[in-house]
């Protein structure tokens, strides 16, 4: 047995798992001779959405392509914002109780910059200046990058132009405000962007996700690893998931939302659930109902996950942290670090579905979020899945040294 005393995280989605994943995958194992412990999105994530490949599929995934030990992120971080999504993930890591090295893809690959910058986002001065640019009526994001301008230079500011620097700050931020034993290391992203592809870097994964929904393959496109699951995936008819085949559920569940009800989504501000009611009352189609939610200052994205949280359910006031570890899959040497870990952790470590049982209070609706998630993430896919996934799936453990080809 190893004697683990330090290992490497990584915040994931994987959906799907592409080149640009097992880069960083490989990236964390040879720079810094740790175990990788990934904290992974259960069935739904950041973009408001179904994940293509439940979360089972997507993490023993992750185990053949160079992961150790994969931990689920619960729903109501991985389908919330970057801030959300990146404490509840920080959190995870630093809660297993010794030090890790947290690494992430961003456009600059340079986490020192990111980490200073995410320190001047918590000063006062900054979020004075922020306030100051809300009250003209701009999108946070357009406020965020003025007042860094005006505090840090254009240079600085230019950092928050792109996705993953932005995931990369928030990281960082989780870090400082949680005080956690992590230490941020980014490599150069190495994935063409959201919206290409690109024979040297590979297809981002929304094209991805794209090409399985319209039917086509991705043989040769992604790890030969995560292909092989993928294809047992949709030779199972779990795959691809959407959302859009509970359309007619998720509006069903909205028109007989009131206002009162909709005013304890997560995420709202400034009278938003009005404007969501409203919407409800108009629309009949879900890309018309994020049609009339968005505007300039409320981007699709948040619209997506207004809509997401409340088909599953999800409603203030939710748990700052994570309150528990849900393991989904594993390899022998994360086998080893668990039993280092379950030592370490300051947090329940739940491997089967029975561990639930321990949990009380607040932790205990977490997991029930997280069961009732999984029963609706069931009817997303091509074939009906029934309910209690939850139940029946075990940790998946691979039993061979990861081989990406």
């Not at 456009?107 to 910059?113: K, L, S, T, Y």
């Not at 700050?169 to 034993?181: D, G, P, S, T």
């Not at 009611?277 to 939610?293: E, F, G, P, W």
């Not at 075990?394 to 039993?399: E, G, K, N, Q, Y």
Request: glycine share 6%; proline share 4%; hydrophobic share 40%.
């Amino acid at each position: 047995m190893g004697n683990y005393t330090a290992f490497s995280g990584i915040i994931c989605e994987y959906n799907p798992f592409h080149y640009g994943h097992a880069a960083l995958l490989s990236a964390a194992r040879e720079n810094s001779g740790t175990p990788v412990v990934c904290i992974m999105s259960g069935n739904f994530v950041q973009r408001g959405d179904a994940a293509i490949l439940n979360k089972w599929a997507r993490a023993e995934t992750a185990v053949r392509c160079g992961a150790d030990l994969v931990f689920e992120l619960p729903v109501s971080w991985a389908a919330a914002g970057a801030e959300r999504f990146a404490s509840g993930g920080v959190a995870l890591l630093s809660a297993l109780g010794i030090p890790c090295k947290l690494w992430f893809g961003s456009e600059c690959g340079d986490a020192g910059r990111l980490f200073r910058l995410a320190a001047v986002l918590r000063t006062p001065e900054f979020s004075e200046l922020l306030q100051m640019n809300l009250c003209k009526g701009i999108s946070f994001a357009s406020a965020r990058t003025e007042a860094i301008q005006r505090l840090c230079g254009e240079e600085t500011a230019a950092l928050l132009y792109s996705a993953n620097n932005i995931l990369g700050i928030e990281y960082c931020k989780a870090i400082l405000e949680q005080n956690a034993n992590l230490t941020p290391f980014s490599i150069l992203r190495q994935q063409a962007n959201h919206d290409q592809k690109d024979a040297c870097f590979g297809w981002s994964s929304s094209l991805l996700r794209e090409e399985l929904c319209k039917g086509n393959k991705l043989h040769d496109i992604i790890p030969s690893p995560a292909e092989e699951i993928l294809l047992q995936e949709l030779r199972a008819g779990r795959a691809p998931a959407t959302l859009d085949r509970l359309e007619c559920a998720i509006l069903s569940t909205l028109r007989s939302a009131d206002r009162e009800t909709l005013s304890h989504l997560p995420d709202l501000s400034e009278g938003l659930e009005n404007r969501l009611y409203a919407a409800i009352r108009k629309t009949s189609s879900l890309s018309a109902l994020y049609d009339a939610v968005t505007t300039k200052r409320y981007p699709r994205a948040r619209a997506r996950r207004l809509v997401l949280s409340a088909f599953l359910g999800l409603h203030t006031p939710l748990p700052k942290f994570p309150p528990y570890l849900r393991l989904l899959a594993m390899n022998r040497t994360g086998q080893e670090l668990l039993s280092v870990l379950k030592k370490t952790a300051s947090l329940p470590i739940l491997t089967r579905y029975t561990d639930a049982a321990r949990l009380h209070g607040e932790a205990a609706r977490v997991f029930e979020e997280e069961c009732r998630a999984s029963d609706l993430y069931a009817l997303a896919s091509p074939v009906l899945q029934p309910c209690g996934t939850e139940q029946r799936t075990s940790v998946r453990i691979v039993d061979f040294q990861a081989s990406i080809r």
